[in-house]
């Protein structure tokens, strides 16, 4: 495979890093060379945060994403700004609760699911993110449900462990959806 | 060999734990500050000892210290910090003393930005500092080798009883990539002749000290100094040669930039251009031999940095102006676009 690049965008506190993180853990759970980059500096403290995610069967080059192949925006800044750097035939997931997905692009495939809104309705406080990423693995392909629970069960901490199970209802719910 | 994922910070603080150091010593500065912290975390528990000092210049002095007793010491800091420990470390390089030094770029003049930069070439590989005096620098272009490059360094320091830099910048710092961590046997070396680690009236005491007020003295002390460094620049230079064997154009990047630089190669041969890359991963001893054996056959060098240009001298002194260096950078914090440095290599590579 080519190398993949994603971008995930939104705000401070939604998760971008994490969701970010459980990509990246899926590139090493299933072999692949793969680079994680955040955003860092003042939007570790709120604000707009970023994060670049390339995996590939090949080392990575420039760990830095600026044509994306797959966007994950979960606020309307964050769409805005980067739809229209997404590589032609990528593929744009969205929160649709929260973005107006206004472009005119015509060569790119968009997904939006009331992200926030299904994590409200089933509990999963703050799983607005995982959604998406069940949304993105569906869509995509890029992974396999079984990397992904692999996946999260590195990212989260044993002192959370008891969360995991959500974490897999949030992945089912954006696969579903 | 077990692959995990780690921010480069904290890839090279564990791999500098594993290799036997036992005293770190810094102030927080952003992009550097996951590698203190993840020191205050583990060393403790590693049975050595982490301090944060009240300032940059206390902790290069605190390295100063532990390094005086034979101990392997390091400090790490990013740029505006590491220009407050220039005086320390032209004391710990006037004292013989070895002990390992991180800066992980960012912008600058001044305080600059926190984004990622490569404009302390000048600074690692000319005048970290007053006074006739090198350091060995590394410079690291994976998580991986923030690892490989801490183990020789703590290594070459010992080993030449000098200064060693990892000169990183906030790119490697923050990214995360699988990372291995080998099996780390630090060499033991004999610190019995000088280390002042408590004589128990059983043998002379020993000096540590960079004052010299006869010149004759002080001028020995300095030429036996630069005997050595001309042993290191026989035998430590190290470079990675990337497609060079028939390129038309050899690109020279380090560190992160290289990166970026190989993406750009890659782009190029495939639209026909024959691009190669230099990349040293010693700035100084900078690698001589190597960027001619890469540029034999090469028509036209370019630079790309993130600075405006500061490899380029040591890139022309090294070819002896025989061919044209080329150069584009980006600085502040922008780091350049594989896009970008495919266009120079047009741009450059259209007139062969």
Same mark, same amino acid.
């Given at each position: 495979?080519?190398?993949?690049?994603?971008?995930?965008?939104g705000?401070?506190?939604?998760?971008?890093?994490?969701?970010?993180?459980?990509?990246?853990?899926?590139?090493l759970?299933?072999?692949k060379?793969?680079?994680?980059?955040?955003?860092?500096?003042?939007?570790?403290?709120?604000?707009t945060?970023?994060?670049?995610?390339?995996?590939?069967?090949?080392?990575?080059?420039?760990?830095?994403?600026?044509?994306?192949?797959?966007?994950?925006?979960?606020?309307?800044?964050?769409?805005?700004?980067?739809?229209k =750097?997404?590589?032609?035939?990528?593929?744009?997931?969205f929160?649709?609760?929260?973005?107006?997905?206004t472009?005119?692009?015509?060569?790119i495939?968009?997904?939006?699911?009331?992200?926030?809104?299904?994590a409200?309705?089933?509990?999963?406080k703050?799983?607005?993110?995982?959604?998406?990423?069940? +949304?993105?693995?569906?869509?995509?392909?890029?992974?396999?449900?079984?990397?992904?629970?692999k996946?999260?069960? +590195?990212?989260?901490?044993?002192? +959370?462990?008891?969360?995991?199970?959500?974490?897999?209802?949030?992945?089912?719910?954006?696969m579903?959806a | 060999?077990?692959?995990?994922?780690?921010k480069?910070?904290?890839?090279l603080?564990?791999?500098?734990?594993?290799?036997?150091?036992?005293?770190?010593?810094?102030?927080p500065?952003?992009?550097?500050t996951e590698?203190?912290?993840?020191?205050?975390k583990?060393?403790?528990?590693?049975?050595?000892v982490?301090?944060?000092?009240?300032?940059?210049?206390?902790a290069?002095?605190?390295?100063?210290?532990a390094?005086?007793?034979?101990?392997?010491?390091?400090?790490?800091?990013?740029?505006?910090?590491? #220009?407050? +420990?220039?005086?320390?470390? #032209?004391?710990?390089?006037?004292?013989?003393?070895?002990?390992?030094?991180?800066?992980?770029?960012?912008?600058?003049?001044?305080?600059?930005?926190?984004?990622?930069? %490569?404009?302390?070439?000048?600074?690692?590989?000319?005048?970290?500092?007053?006074?006739?005096?090198?350091?060995?620098v590394?410079?690291?272009?994976?998580?991986?080798?923030?690892?490989?490059?801490?183990?020789?360094a703590?290594?070459?320091?010992?080993?030449?009883?000098?200064?060693?830099?990892?000169?990183?910048?906030?790119?490697?710092?923050?990214?995360?990539?699988?990372?291995?961590?080998?099996e780390?046997?630090?060499?033991?070396?004999?610190k019995?002749?000088?280390?002042?680690?408590?004589?128990?009236?059983?043998?002379?005491?020993h000096?540590i000290?960079?004052?010299?007020?006869?010149?004759d003295e002080?001028e020995?002390?300095?030429? =036996?100094?630069?005997?050595?460094?001309?042993?290191?620049?026989?035998?430590?230079?190290?470079?990675?040669?990337?497609?060079?064997?028939?390129c038309?154009?050899?690109?020279?990047?380090?560190?992160?930039?290289?990166?970026v630089?190989k993406?750009?190669?890659?782009?190029?041969?495939? %639209?026909?251009?024959?691009?190669?890359?230099?990349?040293?991963?010693?700035?100084?001893?900078?690698?001589?031999?190597?960027?001619?054996?890469?540029a034999?056959?090469?028509?036209?060098?370019? #630079?790309?940095?993130?600075?405006?240009? %500061?490899?380029?001298?040591?890139?022309?002194?090294?070819?002896?102006? #025989?061919?044209?260096?080329?150069?584009y950078?980006r600085?502040?914090?922008i780091?350049?676009?594989?896009?970008e440095?495919?266009? %120079?290599?047009?741009k450059?590579g259209?007139?062969?």
């Amino acid at each position: 495979m080519a190398t993949t690049e994603i971008l995930l965008a939104g705000f401070g506190g939604q998760g971008i890093l994490f969701a970010g993180k459980i990509l990246a853990y899926c590139g090493l759970m299933d072999g692949k060379e793969l680079s994680w980059l955040p955003s860092y500096g003042p939007e570790m403290r709120g604000g707009t945060c970023n994060c670049s995610v390339c995996v590939s069967d090949q080392p990575i080059g420039s760990p830095l994403v600026l044509t994306p192949d797959i966007l994950i925006a979960m606020n309307q800044p964050s769409f805005d700004k980067f739809v229209k =750097d997404v590589r032609p035939g990528g593929k744009v997931f969205f929160d649709s609760g929260l973005i107006e997905a206004t472009t005119d692009r015509t060569d790119i495939e968009l997904f939006g699911i009331p992200s926030q809104q299904m994590a409200d309705d089933n509990a999963l406080k703050g799983g607005s993110n995982i959604i998406l990423l069940g +949304k993105v693995i569906k869509e995509t392909g890029i992974f396999s449900l079984d990397i992904m629970k692999k996946g999260i069960e +590195k990212v989260v901490p044993p002192s +959370k462990a008891a969360l995991i199970p959500n974490n897999f209802k949030a992945i089912e719910l954006g696969m579903n959806a | 060999m077990e692959r995990n994922l780690m921010k480069g910070n904290e890839a090279l603080a564990e791999a500098a734990i594993r290799a036997g150091c036992k005293c770190f010593f810094g102030y927080p500065i952003t992009p550097q500050t996951e590698l203190a912290a993840y020191m205050a975390k583990r060393m403790h528990k590693a049975g050595g000892v982490f301090l944060q000092a009240e300032s940059e210049i206390a902790a290069i002095n605190m390295v100063l210290g532990a390094a005086s007793t034979g101990v392997r010491a390091m400090t790490s800091s990013s740029s505006p910090g590491v #220009s407050l +420990k220039s005086e320390g470390v #032209s004391y710990i390089a006037g004292s013989d003393l070895p002990a390992v030094i991180i800066n992980v770029q960012r912008g600058g003049p001044g305080l600059g930005g926190i984004q990622p930069s %490569q404009a302390d070439y000048w600074q690692a590989t000319k005048a970290l500092g007053h006074g006739d005096f090198q350091l060995i620098v590394y410079a690291p272009a994976s998580v991986q080798e923030m690892v490989d490059f801490v183990v020789k360094a703590f290594d070459s320091a010992d080993k030449y009883r000098m200064p060693v830099m990892i000169l990183a910048d906030g790119l490697l710092g923050q990214m995360m990539e699988p990372v291995s961590f080998p099996e780390i046997n630090p060499d033991a070396y004999d610190k019995s002749s000088w280390a002042a680690n408590g004589h128990g009236f059983k043998r002379e005491h020993h000096i540590i000290n960079s004052l010299y007020l006869k010149p004759d003295e002080l001028e020995k002390s300095v030429v =036996d100094r630069y005997k050595k460094y001309d042993i290191i620049k026989e035998t430590e230079t190290d470079a990675e040669l990337y497609l060079t064997e028939d390129c038309d154009i050899l690109l020279c990047a380090f560190g992160a930039t290289a990166r970026v630089v190989k993406s750009a190669v890659n782009d190029a041969r495939a %639209q026909g251009i024959k691009a190669g890359l230099f990349r040293p991963k010693t700035l100084w001893p900078f690698p001589v031999k190597e960027i001619n054996e890469a540029a034999k056959n090469a028509k036209v060098l370019l #630079s790309v940095e993130m600075s405006m240009g %500061q490899m380029v001298d040591d890139i022309k002194l090294a070819v002896n102006c #025989s061919k044209p260096v080329e150069f584009y950078g980006r600085t502040g914090g922008i780091i350049p676009t594989p896009v970008e440095v495919l266009e %120079q290599i047009k741009k450059i590579g259209g007139t062969l």
